[in-house]
C-alpha cells in the first residue's frame, strides 16, 4: 500500500492543496479551490481521480487549524473518507511553524504553507489523531460567544467608570468592588443630579433606606459637571450594560444546562472544592477527549500551565510559566486556585509550602493552578471523583524512591572552561560522602563551656575594633 499526504492552508473563503507521495515530492501540481459546493465537488472529483490512478494507496489529510475556516473542508473530507481511502487530521499551526524553519524555509505562501503541512503530516504520521469527531464544538461556540459579551461588559464598564468619575465622581465610592447592580439600574432611569434628586429611588430594588439617604445626601454636595449629554451617555452604557448582564446570564444557564443533561464528567469535576459548574463545563469544552492526552503533563502544557527555562553554557535564564495555550482556561483556573487555596486542604497546604519556600503569591498561584489540571487529568482519566485522602496517598507513593547511585564525573583539569564551570565542576567531582566528612555533619558539635564562650566573644570584638589592634 503506497500512502499519499494531501496538505490543505484554509483561508478566508478558499483553501490550497498539496498532494505528496512517499518521499515528499509532489504528485501532482498544487492547485486553491474556494469554500463552496461547488469547490467541494472538485475536490471529490480530483481525489477520485488519484484513487484511479493508485489504487492501492492511502490519503492522509491534514488540515491547520485557523479559528474555524476548516470546519468545512474538515467536515466534507471526513465525509469523503467513508467513500474513499482517506482519512483528515486537525494540526497545531506552531508544530508546522516549526517544522518549517526546521527546513530552513525562508519563502512563505499559501502553497508552501499547504506543502508544509503535507510534510509535517509524511513525517509525523504515526503520531497524529485521524477522524476525530467535533464533539463539544456546539459548546465551544457558546464558550467563546460568552467571553465576548464579558469583553464586551468589560470595555463598557471601564468606559462607564471614566463618565462618572467627571460627571458624577461621588457615585465612584460605590464601585470600589465593581459597579453595583443596583447602581447600574439607577444610573439607566437617573443619569443626572436634577434626575437624582427628582427621581424615585424607592422603584430600585436592592436599594435600602439608607443607601438612599446617603446617595441623596452625596449629590447635594456634587462637585461634577453634571449636563444632559453626559447623562445621556450614562443612562445608555448602563442600559447596555444590563443588556449584556442578561445575555452572558442566560448563555450560561444555557450551557450548563446542556452540559449537565449529556456530560456526567461535569458533576465529576464538581467533586473538587472550587470548580463550579460554569468551571467545570469551561474546563470540558478546551480539553474534549480526555485520552487524547498521554499524560498530566501533557494536558498542563497543552494550556501553557508548564515551567520553561533555558540553560545553555554558565547560567539558566527565564524560569516562569509558558503560557502559550488558551487564556480563558488559564484565567478560569485561576479564579478556581484563588477558590482552593481557601477551601481546598490540599491545594491550600501547597500554596503554604510555596509560600513558605520565598515564591511570591502569583508564583504560588501558578503551581496550584498546575496541580490542579492535573489532578483534573486523574478524576478524567479515571473517571473518579476528587478524594483528599487517596490524593496524598498517591503523592506519598510517587515520593518513594529507591536511591540512585550517583557516580562522580571525571572532567580534564586542562580543558579552556570558564571560572564558573570550573567552580561546577570541582563540586561535582566532590562525592557526598567526602562533603559529609569534610564538614563533619555526621559528628556532634563540640560543645564549648562558658568561660571559652565570653573569651571567645572578647577575642572577636578585638580583632574587630581597629583601635584595640593598634
Not at 519563502?107 to 464533539?135: C, M, W
Not at 436599594?207 to 447623562?231: F, M, N, T, V, Y
Request: charged share 20%; proline share 5%; net charge positive.
Amino acid at each position: 500500500m503506497s500512502n499519499l499526504y494531501l496538505g490543505v492552508d484554509p483561508s478566508k473563503g478558499y483553501a490550497d492543496f498539496v498532494l505528496l507521495d512517499e518521499n515528499q515530492l509532489p504528485v501532482t501540481k498544487g492547485f486553491q479551490l474556494d469554500d463552496t459546493a461547488k469547490g467541494h465537488t472538485r475536490l471529490l472529483a480530483y481525489l477520485q481521480e488519484v484513487v484511479l490512478a493508485h489504487p492501492d494507496c492511502l490519503i492522509s489529510a491534514a488540515l491547520e487549524s485557523t479559528g474555524g475556516y476548516e470546519n468545512n473542508w474538515y467536515r466534507y473530507l471526513s465525509t469523503v473518507g467513508s467513500q474513499l481511502p482517506l482519512r483528515v487530521a486537525r494540526l497545531n499551526p506552531a508544530h508546522v511553524r516549526f517544522h518549517s524553519k526546521g527546513n530552513a524555509k525562508r519563502n512563505g505562501t499559501d502553497q508552501i504553507s499547504a506543502s508544509d503541512v503535507a510534510e509535517f503530516t509524511a513525517t509525523h504520521a504515526t503520531k497524529l489523531r485521524y477522524n476525530e469527531p467535533e464533539g463539544n464544538a456546539q459548546l465551544r461556540r457558546m464558550w467563546t460567544y460568552i467571553q465576548l459579551l464579558t469583553k464586551q461588559k468589560t470595555q463598557l464598564l471601564n468606559h462607564l467608570e471614566s463618565v462618572i468619575y467627571t460627571n458624577m465622581p461621588e457615585l465612584l465610592s460605590y464601585c470600589r468592588h465593581g459597579v453595583p447592580l443596583w447602581l447600574l439600574r439607577v444610573l439607566a432611569r437617573y443619569s443626572t443630579y436634577q434626575q437624582l434628586q427628582r427621581g424615585r429611588l424607592t422603584r430600585i430594588p436592592y436599594l435600602s433606606q439608607q443607601k438612599r439617604e446617603r446617595l441623596l445626601a452625596c449629590i447635594r454636595q456634587g462637585i461634577g459637571q453634571s449636563d444632559p449629554l453626559a447623562g445621556t451617555i450614562i443612562s445608555s452604557l448602563a442600559a447596555q450594560i444590563l443588556a449584556l448582564d442578561q445575555q452572558i446570564t442566560k448563555a450560561k444557564n444555557y450551557l450548563e444546562h446542556q452540559c449537565l443533561d449529556g456530560q456526567p464528567q461535569v458533576t465529576l469535576l464538581q467533586s473538587f472544592t472550587s470548580i463550579g459548574a460554569f468551571s467545570a463545563v469551561g474546563l470540558l469544552v478546551y480539553i474534549g477527549d480526555i485520552t487524547r492526552f498521554p499524560s498530566a503533563k501533557k494536558l498542563a502544557s497543552y494550556f501553557g500551565l508548564h515551567p520553561v527555562f533555558r540553560q545553555s553554557g554558565d547560567g539558566t535564564w527565564g524560569i516562569h510559566m509558558s503560557k502559550q495555550g488558551a487564556a480563558d482556561v488559564r484565567a478560569l483556573l485561576y479564579m478556581v486556585a484563588v477558590g482552593a487555596i481557601q477551601h481546598n486542604p490540599i491545594i491550600k497546604e501547597l500554596y503554604a509550602q510555596c509560600r513558605t519556600k520565598g515564591m511570591t503569591g502569583n508564583g504560588a498561584l501558578g503551581v496550584c493552578m498546575h496541580k490542579i489540571i492535573r489532578i483534573v487529568y486523574g478524576m478524567l482519566i479515571h473517571n473518579t471523583p476528587f478524594n483528599p485522602d487517596t490524593h496524598r496517598q498517591h503523592v506519598q507513593r510517587a515520593h518513594v524512591h529507591k536511591p540512585a547511585s550517583v557516580q562522580p564525573r571525571e572532567y580534564d583539569p586542562n580543558a579552556p572552561i570558564s571560572r564558573r564551570q570550573y567552580k561546577k565542576r570541582k563540586e561535582q567531582t566532590v562525592s557526598q560522602d567526602e562533603k559529609l566528612v569534610t564538614c563533619g555533619i555526621n559528628q556532634p558539635a563540640p560543645s564549648l563551656s562558658d568561660d571559652e564562650v565570653i573569651v571567645t566573644n572578647l577575642e572577636l570584638q578585638i580583632n574587630r575594633h581597629p583601635k584595640i589592634k593598634k
